[in-house]
């Protein structure tokens, strides 16, 4: 089952309306919210990417059993 995480444009675009630096308001030209957005999606994609490739180097813990009383 794949599922496909993506940044909105709109997302980027809302985001933009409230992101400041240092209290300064920065406004982002059309060009520039897509750029946003299109390098948001490039890192979520290498960051769900990496996460997946972590997964597959995991190895199982073999489960412990602890029984007392037991000879």
């Given amino acids: 089952m ?7 444009r709109a997302e980027a675009e809302n985001f933009s309306k409230v992101w ?7 406004l982002l030209s059309p060009e520039a919210v897509d750029f946003a957005t299109d390098f948001a999606n490039v890192v979520l994609r290498n960051f769900i990417q ?3 490739e972590d997964a597959k180097k995991q190895v199982p ?10 000879k």
Wanted: with cysteine; aromatic share 4%; proline share 4%.
């Fill in 50 to 52: 990496m996460c997946q």
């Fill in 61 to 70: 813990q073999p489960k412990q059993i602890i029984m007392e009383g037991v």
């Fill in 20 to 26: 400041n630096k240092g209290g300064i308001t920065i």
């Fill in 2 to 8: 794949s599922v496909n995480f993506k940044v909105q």
